[in-house]
């Protein structure tokens, strides 16, 4: 088994445990070490990281499994990481923040199905690496493990949404807010990459690590800390002024229409008229553009004022076109034109997609999906390899069936039967992944060794023709695919 050490400077961080692949020793090790800098693997115990996820400003994430839950559930593992040119008061503050996002988690994450769970958050002192005789403190929270892609992956895959999608992501999202502004936090870090699609379908919103209590009182003047997205902030959040539930509203609009339209912030918002110009890449009601130009305006009070009154204008009749308003970026000596959307903030963004390699976590509670989410979403590597799969099989399944079977309306009818049953099990997530190479190498493992399916051909030239009409499904997925993508574009 592959353990990950978490010290920020070990020189040699993955360690490998033979003896820990057999369950019953994972569960009863007492602790083991990094043999590079000795640094306590097993975290309180209990937490064993696996992979590193990705770094961000304040932190870095690891996947991990808890060994302490019967399956060996996974989880995210974030530790406190602040980069070493911070001052003692900017460090002072991202250490607040990283517990902000614990007390957050645990205080929402726990009653909302959206929200992950907080499952631990605890300190680690070890003894340091470097100096001798004195130790080093790190911070960890751990929180449930969202097995999915974020909505940014999700773009840059399969292109731009269509409204109805986008649609979908403005009313549960908005929900999702709505259950946050009530419990008297702002989140500050709405944007494609905090939003996540768990594979059941259900959308969850991501990394709570600039949020602020507006109950807490984070400071005397009600001021913002100046933590956001370039792009996604909102000209109050820019400015280091109050932020507000409207504040998340503008976040989510400029979400939403670069999920509409497949393009950059930079390139939506007009610097030189100081004004957002989404509408001509997308093609939407008049009533949905309305209401996310209303969530756009720069002034906070003349957005919604709540998430609620998002969906309720989202369920009424269509109202007129409201006047396209210029939005005035605060006073900055920098140029007009937000920059393209580089994170500046503390929350942890995966390194890369953590779905395509990795066995699915345990769920820690019973989750069902809304009616209308129940739509699977496949990334272009898990279509191709679905094509390949299934021409490779089809083939093999036609030249067997072809053997046994003299009639050819029967066996050709049998075969469609088959196959349309294993295209069903791949739409829905039956058969994936690993299970191609398995049912591959079973079918192929079959056709040699019996003869009578081979169809009288050498088990070469069988071989070779599933191989071709595998390479085949793949070329004209890919075609049909470009194609699709081309016509959503322009249509």
């Known amino acids: 088994m592959e353990i990950h050490c978490t010290r920020p400077s070990c020189p040699r961080p993955q360690n490998f445990f033979a003896d820990l692949d057999d369950k019953a020793t994972l569960q009863t090790a007492q602790q083991k070490f ?42 995210v593992v974030k530790q406190f990481q602040p980069s070493g040119n911070l001052s003692s008061q900017q460090l002072t503050l991202a250490q607040n923040l990283f517990e902000r996002e614990a007390e957050v988690l645990e205080q929402l994450g726990t009653t909302h199905p959206q929200i992950p769970d907080l499952y631990a958050f605890f300190p680690l002192i070890v003894p340091s690496l470097y100096q001798a005789g004195k130790e080093d403190q790190f911070f960890y929270l751990v929180q449930e493990f969202i097995d999915g892609q974020t909505l940014e992956e999700e ?21 999702v807010l709505q259950f946050v502004h009530e419990n008297g936090s702002i989140h500050r870090d709405i944007k494609p990459s905090n939003i996540i699609r768990h594979r059941n379908g259900r959308l969850y919103l991501l990394d709570f690590g600039a949020v602020k209590q507006v109950t807490a009182g984070a400071t005397p003047t009600g001021k913002s800390t100046g933590i956001y997205s370039m792009g996604f902030a909102p000209p109050e959040q820019m400015s280091g002024a109050q932020v507000y539930p409207s ?43 309305d209401v996310l130009d209303r969530m756009l305006l720069p002034t906070p009070n003349q957005r919604f004022q709540s998430a609620q009154e998002v969906l309720d204008a989202l369920t009424s009749q269509p109202t007129p076109s409201s006047p396209r308003m210029a939005i005035t970026p605060p006073p900055s000596s920098t140029p007009v034109n937000p920059p393209q959307p580089a994170t500046v903030t ?43 799969f299934t021409g490779f099989e089809g083939a093999l399944l036609f030249i067997a069936l072809g053997s046994l079977i003299p009639s050819s309306g029967v066996s050709v009818g049998l075969w469609g039967m088959v196959m349309g ?15 191609f190479l398995i049912i591959g190498g079973i079918s192929v493992a079959l056709v040699v060794a019996f003869k009578g399916l081979q169809g009288g051909f050498p088990v070469s030239f069988v071989l070779v023709v599933s191989v071709l009409a595998g390479a085949g499904a793949i070329a004209v997925t890919a075609i049909f695919r470009l194609i699709y993508l081309l016509l959503s574009r322009f249509l």
């Not at 932190?59 to 399956?71: E, I, N, P, V």
């Not at 957002?276 to 008049?286: F, G, I, K, L, P």
Request: charged residues 20%.
């Open 34 to 75: 990094c043999t590079a800098c000795g640094m306590p693997l097993i975290l309180v115990g209990r937490y064993i990281p696996t992979k590193l996820l990705g770094k961000g400003g304040f932190g870095t994430a690891f996947l991990a499994r808890d060994r302490y839950t019967t399956k060996m559930r996974y989880c």
């Open 155 to 175: 773009l840059n895959s399969k292109g731009a949404f269509s409204e109805a999608e986008a649609l979908e992501v403005l009313r549960e999202i908005s929900n």
């Open 247 to 289: 504040t998340d509203l503008y976040a989510l609009a400029v979400t939403v229409i670069t999920l509409l339209t497949g393009k950059e912030t930079g390139e939506l918002y007009d610097g030189y008229n100081n004004q957002w110009n989404w509408r001509n890449y997308a093609q939407v009601s008049n009533n949905v553009a």
């Open 346 to 388: 503390p929350p942890i963004n995966p390194a890369s997609p953590i779905h395509g390699s990795n066995p699915p976590p345990q769920k820690t509670h019973s989750i069902t999906p809304p009616s209308h989410s129940k739509r699977a979403t496949f990334s272009i590597v898990e279509t191709l390899s679905g094509a390949a």
């Open 421 to 435: 049953g294993l295209i069903f099990a791949e739409f829905r997530r039956i058969i994936e992944k690993f299970d």
